[in-house]
């Protein structure tokens, strides 16, 4: 309520004396913060900075904050019904939590008149009005870096211009992929559950919904005023916190394919075992069919997921809620059609890889359920 009043007062001060005798000492500014360790850091974060070099007002303006003990948070993030709000904090306060974590911070000084610096005030003193902070958050289309872009693009009484960028025109997936390859398994986890829609083609704006592309894009804009001129959107880059020394969390000892490759080899040492003893180890089969259940519901809540590019998801091929209708008769070592079912499923999980990116060690576990359902055909013509 306190950042609301002082916004407001500042407003009314510009009201009632000539704006160039208060603004003139005014910086905006984008700032774009690397990422750290932490996983919901991985991908950098942007904020707007308001900054009165005559009054020493200086606020960090912040689209990224959420309640994660808010009830049913996890539950509303996977159906993509998350909500973040603009939240509000001093400068110093903003730039220690990230000289904590070791993140370099770049600042890009707006190049805006004094009229587009009183209008991004305005704009933001009535955004964080308790009634219009709140938003509901999408990862690539509506999130802390998007919001920002967008307050000014608002705020400029002229056409801002993006120059092209070269001819590569990654992928959503590709993009995730460059801000976690450093960790596998959240490079799985967002790959499993991130469908086909993840592997199209995306142009410049829609490649800005991460922070270092923004900040690329905006030293490269230009401003085209109503009189034809045009002038650069940002007139000034300093480094607000320099890069200090980060702590890198270990990941789980094994990856994701390493992993497929020892489930793989359970699975050919237990061929080999059943089929020099005559039986089948039917504990294995009901371990991998839970396991393709389980993983297959999740496949299944995010189909009715508000993200965009989670609810044409192939792997649901391979991993889908079937198993646990005949896991029972497979316990009970009754014939089953899940033998005559689970390779067609496979054969189309593998077609599918053709047009999607399949998450890392997917291929080998394809393989050991073939294995299984080799075993168990086997076994039953016997």
């Known amino acids: 309520m306190a950042v609301f009043l002082l916004l407001s007062a500042q407003y009314s001060a510009i009201k009632a004396q000539p704006k160039q005798d208060l603004m003139d000492s005014v910086e905006v500014s984008l700032l774009t913060c690397q990422p750290h360790d932490e996983i919901y850091s991985l991908y950098g974060h942007t904020a707007l900075r308001y900054h009165d070099l005559r009054t020493g007002d200086d606020w960090a303006f912040n689209y990224g904050v959420f309640n994660f003990h808010a009830p049913y948070f996890t539950l509303r993030f996977i159906f993509g019904l998350t909500d973040y709000e603009l939240g509000v904090v001093p400068t110093h306060i903003f730039k220690q939590e990230y000289r904590f974590f070791g993140s370099q911070v770049t600042e890009q000084v707006l190049n805006m008149t004094t009229e587009e610096k009183a209008a991004i005030l305005k704009a933001l003193g009535e955004n964080y009005k308790p009634e219009n902070r ?11 870096t998007s919001r920002a872009r967008d307050m000014v693009e608002r705020c400029i009484s002229g056409q801002v211009q993006y120059q092209p960028r070269p001819d590569f025109t990654p992928t959503y ?23 086909l829609k993840a592997d199209f083609r995306t142009d410049l704006r829609q490649q800005e919904f991460l922070p270092n592309n923004l900040m ?16 650069p959107l940002v007139k000034e880059t300093r480094t607000l916190v320099p890069p200090g020394v980060q702590m890198v969390s270990q990941d789980f000892p094994l990856t994701p394919t390493e992993c497929g490759i020892l489930l793989t080899i359970i699975s050919l040492f237990l061929f080999v075992l ?22 297959g519901l999740i496949l299944f809540i995010m189909i009715f997921s508000q993200h965009p590019t989670t609810s044409l998801n192939l792997q649901i091929l391979l991993f889908n809620p079937l198993p646990f209708l005949y896991i029972y008769k497979v316990y009970r070592r009754r014939k089953t059609m899940w033998w005559y079912l689970l390779p067609v499923l496979t054969l189309m999980f593998l077609v599918g890889g053709i047009w999607q990116h399949y998450a890392e060690g997917m291929y080998f576990v394809a393989l050991c359920l073939l294995i299984r359902y080799w075993s168990n055909i086997r076994n039953a013509k016997k």
């Not at 938003?135 to 802390?144: G, L």
């Not at 590709?174 to 790959?191: I, L, S």
Request: aromatic share 20%.
């Open 134 to 144: 709140i938003y509901r958050y999408n990862y690539f289309y509506d999130n802390c």
């Open 274 to 295: 059943e089929w020099k003893r005559k039986k089948t180890y039917k504990w294995w089969d009901i371990l991998l069919m839970s396991m393709q259940g389980f993983m």
């Open 173 to 195: 997936r590709q993009m995730v992929h460059e801000c976690t390859q450093k960790h596998p398994w959240a490079t799985w986890g967002n790959d499993f559950l991130l469908g």
């Open 216 to 231: 690329h894009d905006f030293s490269h804009a230009l401003i085209l005023r109503s009189d034809g001129r045009q002038v």
